[in-house]
């Protein structure tokens, strides 16, 4: 079965430290992976999406790492900003923009 | 652009009651999904259209849900008879020409059924 993990389910840092998100995928055999912002009460909108074939993409202090071999995600997030908390989602794509399955998230908190 | 529209932002509904919740995706985009978040489950893909065709439907969770899309600019997501269990909140997402994989997600409407 493929499932979508993401530990913790809650992060609380103080502001402008460094922090990083994980996320594990049970099927290696991913199309993509991306990760997604959900603020409350609203929808999701696109960070970073990283293809099968790349290890790494960037977006200003938003880096994120796919690792295939060993099932793993991570967002790296610089610098944290109050603005930056929300819930964080990733998603596994496979084989076809219908095969999508989404982690659980994890609701970040940047205290200022 | 104004984005995904989706309403109505809130229903309540009494179980047994017809719902209908409805999509205007993002104009030009072709591709478009549906889905239903709750905390037990998070967010789960129930339909997905291109051009305004059913692809898979394979999520949807049983035959009290149905879905249309009889335009390129509106989709349905119909629940009939409505129960408790299907209190959620549901999302819809458009997709340009050729990317698939560039989800632009409405706001939702968080469904609650008593």
């Known amino acids: 079965k493929q499932e979508v993990t993401q530990i913790p389910a809650a992060l609380s840092v103080p502001e402008g430290e460094n922090l990083v998100l994980n996320c594990s995928f049970t099927d290696s055999a991913i199309y993509n992976l991306q990760w997604f912002r959900q603020d409350p009460g609203k929808g999701l909108t696109s960070l970073l999406l990283?293809?099968?074939?790349?290890r790494e993409q960037t977006s200003g202090r938003l880096n994120a790492s796919l690792d295939k071999s060993s099932g793993r995600s991570t967002l790296y997030i610089a610098a944290s900003q109050p603005g930056d908390s929300a819930t964080y989602l990733c998603?596994?794509?496979?084989?076809?923009?219908?095969?999508?399955?989404f982690g659980s998230g994890t609701r970040l908190s940047i205290r200022p | 652009d104004a984005g995904v529209i989706q309403s109505p932002r809130h229903e309540v509904t009494e179980m047994g009651q017809e719902v209908t919740l409805r999509c205007k995706p993002i104009?030009?985009?072709?591709?478009l999904f549906w889905y239903r978040q709750t905390m037990m489950r998070g967010l789960e893909l129930l339909i997905y259209f291109n051009n305004n065709v059913p692809i898979d439907d394979s999520g949807m969770p049983e035959d009290r849900f149905s879905a249309k899309m009889p335009n390129a600019s509106f989709s349905t997501l119909k629940i009939q008879p409505s129960e408790p269990r299907d209190s959620a909140v549901y999302f819809c997402?458009?997709?340009?020409?050729?990317?698939?994989?560039?989800?632009?997600f409405g706001p939702g409407t968080r469904l609650t059924v008593t």
């Open positions: 990283i293809q099968s074939s790349q």
């Open positions: 997402a458009s997709t340009p020409t050729g990317k698939v994989y560039e989800q632009y």
């Open positions: 998603a596994a794509l496979y084989s076809s923009a219908s095969k999508i399955i």
């Open positions: 104009s030009g985009h072709n591709s």
